[in-house]
């Protein structure tokens, strides 16, 4: 059975850190990149970062590059996302989701690509809660 789990959200404070897992399993192919999303009340979901589980390249938006690193142990093993100098606007729902299909290529080379494209994701996961107050 697919599961996406994340973990290590929960409640923390303006300039506070804190890492994200997501721990993936049940697959019986490899996967091509795992995203981080994040959905805040009454907001679109918004994408984060991507890595490839096949070179480790890696991809930010704007709204995460310079705070926010994703990084894993190895392939198609679990993913993380070190979030630091936390803000109350970054009170969202974080997920992971899966690229299966090979669309998504996790490199600034390929940012007209659009990596982050929620519909490029197969998989998705419940989502953990992040509270950032002030």
């Known amino acids: 059975q697919v599961q996406l789990v994340e973990s290590g959200g929960g409640s923390v404070h303006t300039g506070d850190s804190t890492r994200l897992s997501c721990s993936v399993s049940g697959f019986t192919s490899n996967y091509h990149a795992i995203g981080w999303f994040r959905q805040a009340p009454g907001e679109e979901r918004e994408g984060l970062s991507c890595?490839?589980?096949?070179?480790?390249?890696?991809y930010y938006s704007g709204s995460a590059k310079g705070r926010f690193t994703v990084s894993r142990v190895n392939a198609n093993g679990t993913v993380y996302l070190q979030m630091n100098n936390l803000k109350p606007e970054d009170t969202a729902v974080y997920y992971c989701a899966v690229d299966r299909a090979g669309g998504v290529y996790c490199n600034d080379r390929y940012a007209y690509l659009n990596p982050l494209h929620i519909d490029k994701y197969d998989w998705w996961g419940q989502g953990t809660q992040v509270t950032v107050s002030s």
């Open positions: 890595i490839s589980s096949t070179d480790g390249s890696t």
